[in-house]
């Protein structure tokens, strides 16, 4: 989902007060970088998150980029992925969603599905203890790693 432009205004000021309540300054590094991930629906790693931020910040650095995205994740502005082999993906969707996930180039993409968010959960799960949320993830190919395998390239 592309969040629209009143959407991220909401956001914004959403960050500034969870920020504001954890006593973390509010600085420009710090909103760029949640703009980076808020405008994308890729789930990007840190990586890719330095190189966009690093076009209006040139002397950002990764070490900082990540470092950020996990106080992003620990204060509940983003939540964080990880993937089996791949490298943990941000994601500031934090509505409830579902994903699918290609296996062969790492595309994520969100889904929502009301049958899913109102998931009956397994007994085998409340032995464990009281669930929050349920989050179903597809694996498989996107149609583009699909095509490319047909084309046998
Ligand atoms: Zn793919
Ligand atoms: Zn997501």
């Known amino acids: 989902m592309?969040?629209?432009?009143?959407?991220?205004?909401?956001?914004?000021?959403?960050?500034q007060e969870v920020l504001k309540r954890a006593g973390v300054k509010q600085t420009h590094q710090r909103l760029e970088i949640?703009?980076?991930?808020?405008?994308?629906?890729?789930?990007?790693?840190?990586?890719?998150?330095?190189?966009?931020?690093?076009?209006?910040?040139?002397t950002i650095s990764l070490d900082t980029v990540y470092r950020t995205l996990m106080l992003f994740?620990?204060?509940?502005?983003?939540?964080?992925?990880?993937?089996?082999?791949?490298?943990?993906?941000?994601?500031?969707?934090?509505?409830?969603?579902h994903h699918f996930v290609c296996t062969e180039c790492g595309?994520?993409?969100?889904?929502?599905?009301?049958?899913?968010?109102?998931?009956?959960?397994p007994d085998a799960v409340r032995a464990f203890g009281s669930t929050v949320q349920a989050h179903v993830e597809f694996r498989g190919l996107c149609w583009h790693c699909l095509e490319k395998k047909q084309h046998g390239t």
Do not use: W
């Open 2 to 15: 592309e969040p629209h432009p009143d959407e991220f205004g909401q956001q914004v000021s959403h960050f």
């Open 34 to 58: 949640f703009r980076e991930v808020m405008q994308t629906v890729e789930h990007p790693d840190a990586e890719t998150v330095y190189r966009g931020v690093r076009q209006r910040i040139p």
């Open 73 to 97: 994740t620990d204060l509940g502005l983003i939540s964080s992925l990880k993937t089996s082999h791949e490298r943990m993906r941000f994601d500031a969707n934090m509505h409830a969603h």
């Open 107 to 121: 595309m994520i993409r969100d889904f929502s599905s009301p049958e899913f968010d109102a998931l009956a959960i």
